[in-house]
């Protein structure tokens, strides 16, 4: 049965133009090179090629009619390839390319290194199910960031913070002794997608993951994914020296706090000798940080930085920090706490900054820290888990919000400085580059809680190899190899993906509007819920509807947080003329009878969003139940057992947030709309 455990790597038998295609172009492996990273890409390929064209690969020391040659330069002549000039490829970059050797037909993928060899293998079996032929084919392609992370909520428990795909697949229990095929599946699918990294606990680190028992287990785990070129990393709990050290204090210019991370990192890089390094949570919901000492989050990560270089290891330090001592804006804190440390950051150490000032809502403006930190790295951190997105029975496709961040324009040095440039290091130059997405992987047959879902871990791989790509593309290739790649199936499918987070905007938070979910789970709507005692987390601080208008003023009139972004943009959002609609309300509190640009009134163009959401649910279950000829019955069935519940809850949303604001404003519905009076 189709379960969904394969992700997009199920090698089913190719349609018959296509098997041939691939039969004739994948009948012999030639691979000199003899590392545990060459053998999973030729098991990959085996496997992969063997389950397409239904026949078994054969291996060969010499290029043969119809083979597939693994070489790195210095391998190539040995096999009767030229001489290829690939050093722009860098380490981990391939070339696939049809071509002949000893003058016979075969495929060349030519890389520096064996992980990009194994990264060039995935790439051709994708092409494979995709229905590519094969018979031209000059691929060139390396990553453009080099940290590409996974983050991993996952609790010593095996419960997973924001995890909706049951238990954490991590099992401590069993660790280090029990390394199941699981562990392999999952530095696969990783692999696939060029992520090559994971940090296995939770930012809201316990002391217990620096502990000799669980390095053992985390050796293990990195054993299993080391020949897929994927290093492990760990959250590590900033108060640890106290509670593990028995120190009096975690003040990070103490020198015995400094000897005492120097030891723990010496001990760790003795069981896990490419150990990537840590991720740290500090002074942000309650989290221990250098703060506790009034230092600074620089004198922080700098702490920890000293420990891993000797090793080569880096801090991925969190950005996302707010307290209640700054609840005039919580949006601002980031920036404020950060912008003045720029240049005070070891040299390998890199901020990690959440897309938007808040927290991986269905839609906010990119975060006011990109572009204002010319000397310290950045990484992205997006969230893959969709905790305010419906979570796992929601069907939103979450590319074009990835790509939407990716391409906003900082103008941090003139138009043209996007988000992906800065991630890449172009607009100011990074010696570190990277992007972490907070995976949504669990134990659950289909690993994410639902088949769409798992289009999100694709679509995150991709852009963390190219900031630049292009959703509705990414979006193609993962339904081609997910289900089938047939067009009368793909093209209607895309369709549906690219408008479904759309769809989620409008019926939860249109026009700027965020956080409007009931607190605590963050699933369903609570507009009404004001009574938490931190101001910032309640859905009313957010909105500020009142009888005359509806929105926050992040102006100088404000909060002005505008004034974070750089000038040329922050001129454009200060008004809100010139601010687009879709962020009106994250920047401005404006009058319910405002005109909008369709010429309704606010209060009708916001109803109508919350209408064209639901229709837009509407349309996918209709979309989707005409696809049943397509898809297999177990998949099929539990994607259209999900849309009939994210139907029901689009009308939920629209109809509890409308009664709402209604009962602030008084104004009647917008005559035509289907909302119930
Ligand atoms: O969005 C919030 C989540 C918390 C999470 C926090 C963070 C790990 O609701 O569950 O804690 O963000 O990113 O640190």
């Not at 295609?21 to 990959?44: C, F, K, L, Q, W």
């Not at 609570?526 to 931190?534: F, I, K």
Request: aromatic share 10%; glycine share 8%.
């Amino acid at each position: 049965a189709e379960d969904g455990y394969d992700l997009w790597l199920r090698y089913r038998p190719l349609a018959g133009p296509a098997q041939a295609d691939a039969a004739a172009h994948a009948r012999v492996i030639v691979a000199p090179g003899t590392s545990p990273t060459i053998a999973a890409a030729v098991a990959e390929l085996e496997r992969g090629f063997g389950g397409m064209t239904g026949r078994p690969l054969l291996r060969a020391a010499l290029a043969e009619d119809g083979a597939i040659v693994l070489a790195t330069p210095a391998q190539a002549r040995g096999v009767g390839l030229g001489s290829a000039s690939i050093a722009d490829l860098g380490r981990e970059g391939f070339w696939l390319l049809t071509t002949t050797a000893n003058g016979k037909p075969v495929i060349a993928i030519l890389a520096n290194t064996d992980i990009g060899l194994l990264y060039g293998s995935f790439r051709l079996l994708e092409l494979a199910e995709q229905g590519v032929s094969l018979a031209h084919l000059d691929v060139r392609s390396a990553p453009k960031l080099q940290l590409r992370v996974l983050d991993h909520w996952d609790n010593l428990d095996r419960s997973v913070e924001r995890g909706y795909a049951g238990q954490s697949i991590w099992d401590w229990w069993t660790l280090p002794d029990y390394t199941g095929p699981r562990y392999t599946d999952y530095a696969r699918a990783n692999a696939s997608i060029g992520i090559n990294g994971a940090v296995l606990n939770n930012v809201n680190a316990v002391k217990e993951s620096l502990t000799a028992r669980y390095i053992a287990k985390t050796a293990a785990l990195a054993d299993v994914f080391r020949p897929y070129g994927i290093k492990v990393y760990l959250s590590a709990r900033f108060s640890a020296p106290i509670e593990l050290g028995g120190l009096k204090t975690a003040d990070p210019l103490d020198p015995a706090v400094k000897a005492w991370w120097a030891a723990k990192a010496d001990e760790i890089y003795r069981a896990i000798p490419d150990f990537g390094g840590f991720l740290v949570k500090a002074n942000s919901e309650g989290q221990p940080g250098p703060q506790d000492y009034h230092r600074t989050h620089a004198d922080g990560a700098n702490v920890l930085a000293e420990a891993v270089r000797p090793h080569g290891g880096v801090v991925m330090y969190r950005a996302f920090v707010y307290s209640e001592h700054n609840a005039a804006d919580r949006a601002r804190q980031a920036y404020d706490d950060f912008k003045p440390l720029d240049g005070r950051f070891a040299d390998n150490v890199i901020v990690q900054v959440k897309n938007g000032a808040i927290d991986f809502q269905p839609r906010e403006p990119f975060h006011p820290l990109f572009g204002a930190m010319p000397k310290t790295p950045l990484m992205m951190e997006f969230q893959i888990a969709k905790e305010y997105l419906g979570q796992a029975t929601h069907l939103a496709y979450l590319g074009p919000l990835f790509q939407e961040t990716l391409e906003s324009d900082t103008f941090a040095h003139g138009a043209g400085s996007t988000v992906a440039r800065v991630l890449e290091g172009k607009v100011d130059r990074y010696r570190l580059t990277g992007m972490a997405g907070v995976a949504n992987i669990g134990v659950d047959r289909d690993w994410s809680g639902s088949t769409f879902n798992q289009a999100n871990w694709f679509a995150f791989g991709r852009f963390a190899w190219d900031p630049d790509g292009d959703a509705k593309t990414i979006g193609a290739e993962w339904a081609q190899m997910t289900f089938t790649p047939d067009p009368r199936f793909v093209t209607p499918v895309v369709a549906m993906m690219m408008a479904s987070r759309e769809a989620v905007v409008d019926y939860m938070t249109p026009l700027g509007l965020a956080h409007q979910m009931a607190t605590g789970h963050h699933y369903g709507p609570g507009p009404w819920v004001s009574e938490l005692a931190r101001p910032e987390w309640n859905p009313t601080y957010y909105a500020r509807a009142d009888a005359t208008g509806i929105g926050f003023d992040r102006t100088v009139s404000g909060s002005d947080a505008v004034g974070q972004y750089a000038p040329a943009l922050a001129g454009r959002l200060a008004d809100p003329n010139t601010t687009p609609e879709r962020d009106l309300l994250w920047f401005h509190h404006v009058a319910w009878d405002r005109r909008m640009a369709s010429g309704r009134t606010l209060w009708d163009e916001l109803v109508a969003h919350y209408d064209r959401g639901v229709a837009q649910v509407d349309a996918m279950q209709r979309l989707w139940d005409a696809l049943a000829p397509y898809v297999d019955a177990e998949r099929f069935a539990k994607t259209r057992t999900f849309l009939g519940v994210q139907q029901r809850e689009a009308m939920w949303w629209r109809d509890a947030s409308i009664a709402w604001f209604q009962s602030r404003n008084q104004l009647p519905l917008p005559a035509g709309s289907p909302a119930p009076a």
